[in-house]
């Protein structure tokens, strides 16, 4: 792979931003990174797991242009995207005396960059942050876009933010500490855009899938790529999600159900939950006549051959879980309006769309005809 580093703008006007796409971007993209990070007081937001691989070598690269510089680690999982660690973070920034130039960089994966940026969100009504994302799921889907929050007791991402980071650094090199299990969990997220609304790039992942999941750096790069400008193009037309951004849940409202009931302790990864809603959407776009079965059995050959989970039954986690229980997580969901359930369903690969009024009872009957 080359040292190129390639450029996505998302195009939100005064919230508008670049994602940056490269290798070792701390020092490739120094260049581009001075305007926003110079003399200013910088909070370096990491856990436990990732901190200790990368904190020192990108507090080696900052120290020259800021003002100061601190580290704050909170435990590794979904568990820390809780008020709790919300409330400490903030405390803990605020003992710093910080002022409104405070810039605060969240380098991890989805549940970092995500508690990070509403950390950033709230303090002092709102400070700069940048986005490191760690993860390969991060880096093609939560760093991007500019949602932010934490979960409750009630439901995954009901308390946060829509607010935009002032660049995303996708940095390749960091994939490669990433053990195959949090590969697959970021791959479920890229193999969602080809689904929802670029065919030729699901064609594209049925060829190299394997290769990338093998760590080509190449793939890696190309697969980010498309990915983030998928969901640049969309955010940028739909910034709240008002309307089409919410076909980038494809799969989700099957996905956060299954997390909700697995408990978000770690047993049930973000990836896997969407991969298994993936083929669920697909299978419950059939089940009501609006796809083929064959494209329901493709979606679900490349998953399961790339060994991903793309069935209820691939999932012991949540063995014993109900119709009725997943349906009552999904009446939860941020994207149900009414009273009535919010699906994104599909045509066919490539051509997905919102629909906002579902019959429970036949999401219900599609349910047990799955268990």
């Known amino acids: 792979m080359s040292d190129t580093i390639q450029k996505i703008h998302i195009d939100l006007s005064a919230n508008s931003y670049d994602i940056l796409i490269g290798r070792n971007l701390f020092t490739a993209a120094m260049a581009e990174l001075l305007p926003i990070i110079e003399n200013r007081q910088i909070i370096l937001i990491s856990d436990e797991q990732v901190g200790p691989l990368y904190l020192e070598k990108i507090e080696n690269a900052l120290t020259p242009h800021a003002r100061s510089i601190h580290r704050a680690l909170v435990p590794a999982g979904e568990a820390s995207k809780s008020f709790a660690c919300f409330e400490k973070l903030v405390n803990e920034i605020l003992a710093l005396n910080i002022d409104r130039r405070a810039l605060i960089i969240a380098i991890g994966g989805g549940v970092v960059g995500d508690l990070a940026g509403y950390v950033a969100a709230n303090l002092l009504r709102g400070i700069d942050f940048i986005q490191v994302p760690t993860s390969l799921l991060a880096q093609v889907d939560s760093s991007v876009g500019g949602k932010t929050g934490i979960n409750t007791p009630a439901g995954k991402n009901l308390v946060g933010a829509f607010y935009q980071p002032k660049m995303v650094l996708a940095d390749i090199e ?41 760590g080509n750096p190449d793939k890696l790069a190309e697969a980010v790529r498309i990915s983030c400008q998928a969901k640049a193009d ?28 697995a408990g978000y302790d770690g047993r049930l990864l973000h990836g896997e939950a969407v991969s298994c809603g993936l083929r669920l959407a697909f299978g419950f776009s059939r089940h009501l006549g609006l796809c083929s079965g064959q494209d329901e059995m493709r979606v679900a050959g490349h998953l399961q051959g790339l060994g991903l989970p793309a069935a209820l039954g691939d999932l012991p986690v949540i063995a014993d879980m109900t119709s009725a229980q997943i349906i009552g997580h999904m009446r939860k969901d941020k994207k149900a309006r009414d009273g009535k359930l919010t699906f994104i369903l599909v045509e066919k690969i490539g051509k997905a769309f919102i629909e906002h009024h579902i019959d429970e009872q036949v999401l219900h009957d599609y349910l047990e005809s799955c268990r």
Do not use: C
């Not at 990433?178 to 060829?207: H, S, T």
């Not at 037309?237 to 980038?248: I, M, S, V």
């Open 174 to 214: 960091m994939l490669s500490s990433l053990p195959l299990r949090e590969l697959k969990a970021g791959y479920a997220e890229i193999v969602k855009y080809g689904l929802l609304g670029d065919a030729d790039f699901f064609d594209w992942l049925e060829v190299n899938g394997a290769e990338l999941l093998a």
């Open 234 to 261: 969309i955010v940028s037309r739909d910034e709240k999600e008002a309307g089409q951004r919410a076909l980038l849940n494809l799969g989700h409202t099957f996905a956060h159900a299954l997390e909700a009931e």
